[in-house]
């Protein structure tokens, strides 16, 4: 009998082990998840299986990243709103000495989690991610957060029906072909110009010879606009201009306008891939641009008080993520094309700097103060210009038949 009786449970153990789901899904009990760095909480373990009997949202982010930070403010409000009645909890893969500046600076009422091993549970490639778990323990959504809303936790909170767009970053879609729109190859360069390819995200690396020289670029998932900005070298977009009644709506950020493409050329062409790109794009669309200056409102990086030393790095870094900025040996310019990505309009470097700079930022996009002094670590300030400068732009323009 007893032989019988453990047979039993090890019968009820296995078929438990195969219920059990390690990887959340949708409709289906949320694998337990123990996260033990709490950052602001004096409860500083929790697992998800105590939980129970109230909704929860997970939300996966990171400092660095720009869409997260206006999702964990909205987050930040309907917690605010629904007390006790939902747990809400933000994971990041950061440090915590790193989540805790955040903290700091937001004044957040969210519970802060610095986590690495979710990722084995939670499978996902682009923050923010957002995952919905109803009072039973049940996966209703697995969406991006600006999905979330009151009337969303209402319906959770009285076990009514949801139905949020699912956040798929693994869907590939077998009918989506890459093809290949136009390509180009002789003994001095190569050029391949392809659709959207969905098994990329969009983004840009700098081609290489064997002996390291620079000599090309390839480009993945890029509007138009994108495609002529990286290779012209302009900061932002905020010195794009359109002309001819065109607009930023006439380039949406779908597959049918995205593009990849390859620029890669031999020794005698080796300082001349990015004209060649240029001129090859203007030939293949009915849009084209070039560089022009016009005169607009800009932020000024200005230097106040001669404090920075010039570097003595051997060769250049440089590291970009976010609010993270580490590098070595860079010019003034590189630093202030780095702050236009977080200004509404252009930076202009009036530094009077002239040499190589070891530049090292750490700051929260929720609190501008902290960019501030970081910069005043340096002797420099950013601040808007009094008066329109003329800025260096690309114009995007109609091509004259």
């Known amino acids: 009998m007893k032989r019988h009786f453990l047979l039993l449970l090890i019968l009820v153990g296995l078929a438990s082990c195969k219920n059990e789901n390690t990887i959340a899904e949708l409709g289906k009990t949320v694998p337990n998840q123990t996260f ?23 939300e996966f982010w990171a400092t660095w990243c720009g869409p997260c930070i206006p999702a964990m403010k909205k987050l930040d409000s309907l917690q605010t ?10 994971i990041s893969a950061e440090k915590p000495e790193r989540l805790q500046k955040f903290i700091e600076s937001s004044k957040t009422s969210l519970r802060i989690v610095s986590d690495t091993t979710h990722l084995k549970k939670f499978k996902y490639q682009v923050i923010p991610h957002t995952i919905v778990i109803d009072k039973n323990g049940i996966v209703r959504a697995i969406t991006n957060p600006e999905n979330v809303t009151e009337s969303v936790i209402q319906n959770l909170i009285s076990n009514d029906e949801i139905d949020l767009a699912f956040k798929d970053d693994f869907y590939v879609d077998p009918t989506l072909e890459v093809k290949t729109i136009k390509a180009v190859s002789n003994s001095d360069y190569r050029i391949e110009l392809k659709s959207y390819d969905q098994s990329k995200r969009g983004g840009s690396k700098i081609l ?32 794009v201009v359109y002309n001819d009644g065109l607009s930023d709506e006439d380039f949406p950020y779908d597959n049918e306008n995205r ?40 932020f000024v990086l200005r230097n106040i008080d001669n404090t920075i030393e010039e570097s003595i790095s051997e060769e250049t ?13 860079i010019k003034m310019s590189q630093l202030a ?25 750490e700051w929260q996009e929720v609190d501008a103060k902290t960019l501030h002094s970081e910069l005043k670590k340096y002797g420099l300030i950013l601040e808007k210009s009094d008066k329109k400068l003329p800025v260096e732009v690309m114009e995007i323009y109609k091509r004259k038949s």
Request: aromatic share 12%.
């Open 36 to 58: 033990s760095t709490i950052l602001n909480s004096n409860q500083k373990e929790i697992s998800l299986s105590d939980l129970k009997g109230k909704p929860i949202i997970l």
């Open 81 to 90: 709103i629904f007390g006790d009645q939902i747990e809400i909890i933000t």
């Open 208 to 239: 290489k010879d064997p002996e390291g020289a620079v000599n090309g670029i390839e480009m993945w998932n890029n509007t138009l606009p994108r495609l002529y900005q990286t290779l012209f070298d302009v900061a932002s977009y905020h010195r």
């Open 259 to 298: 593009y990849n493409m390859i620029v890669e050329v031999s020794d005698t062409y080796q300082n001349e891939w990015k004209k060649i790109g240029i001129d090859f794009l203007n030939e293949n669309f009915d849009v084209n641009a070039k560089m022009g200056v016009d005169t607009l409102n800009c």
């Open 317 to 329: 870094e440089y590291m970009f993520m976010g609010s993270i900025f580490k590098t070595k040996k």
């Open 337 to 361: 094309e780095y702050l236009e990505n977080f200004t509404s309009l252009p930076v202009l470097d009036v530094t009077e700097l002239n040499g190589a700079y070891d530049i090292d930022l």
